[in-house]
């Protein structure tokens, strides 16, 4: 093989793993925020379930306080019941004071529905923060995980640039922007083969004098369709 073209196998190598080790830490941020958006998600659950049970709790207290101050309207009613001479003042009180108790009942019976509805409540806040703890711990594991991958990514992606400029200080200068042309407008697959006189890039058949000459190993030769540069080897024979 022309030791130019062994020498852009290498550099294309090269860049191959540069180019991947760039995506994987592209691929960094949008998998923390996935994480802690799940994480959010969950103590979110967890804080409106939370605001339900003190929602049900401050209702109760507020059933609380209309029965005492109903309770304390009966204990008046009774002291003026209890001072009146008077026959219908008398009946009226005592038509207020049973009027009173069935609210008071009724109160009650409300006050019980919601300790039931409390009680509901508390089990599915005690599950809901359950699922949140165990799901934070879990995220944060998982993100300091992220944290050292994505130093070692750093780190293998500065050994790579280097790699990188110290393989293109081996190539021809006038060579070089040629391959550096066709990285940016075809990726990283660019020195390829002619198998059966086929361009491993865009598999157009290469016309004989261009599979010949690829053959020769005389000089770069490039697919006359999509512009790739051509490497032969004994295997690819048609
Ligand atoms: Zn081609």
Redesign the pocket.
């Known amino acids: 093989m022309l030791p130019i073209l062994e020498k852009l196998l290498i550099l294309q190598d090269r860049d191959r793993k540069l180019l991947r080790l760039q995506a994987d830490l592209q691929s960094v941020p949008p998998q923390r925020d996935l994480l802690q958006g799940k994480a959010a998600r969950a103590q979110s659950d967890f804080d409106t379930v939370k605001l339900r049970g003190k929602q049900l709790e401050s209702d109760r207290k507020k059933l609380e306080l209309e029965v005492a101050t109903k309770q304390d309207f009966i204990r008046k009613c009774e002291t003026q019941q209890g001072a009146t001479k008077k026959n219908e003042e008398y009946k009226a009180f005592q038509h207020q004071i049973d009027t009173t108790r069935l609210e008071i009942s009724a109160l009650e019976d409300q006050q019980l529905d919601l300790m039931e509805r409390a009680e509901v409540i508390a089990g599915e806040v005690a599950a809901a923060e359950k699922i949140a703890k165990s799901l934070k711990s879990n995220v944060d594991n998982q993100l300091a995980d992220l944290v050292s991958r994505e130093a070692s990514l750093k780190q293998e992606l500065q050994s790579a640039i280097a790699a990188r400029a110290a393989q293109v200080a081996e190539i021809d200068p006038d060579v070089l922007p040629r391959y550096e042309r066709l990285l940016k407008t075809k990726g990283d697959n660019i020195i390829v083969g002619v198998p059966q006189g086929i361009?491993g890039?865009?598999h157009?058949q290469m016309p004989t004098y261009v599979f010949n000459a690829a053959k020769a190993q005389q000089d770069i030769v490039q697919?006359i369709?999509?512009g790739?540069i051509l490497y032969y080897s004994r295997e690819m024979e048609d």
């Open positions: 361009c890039g865009c157009m697919c369709n999509c790739r």
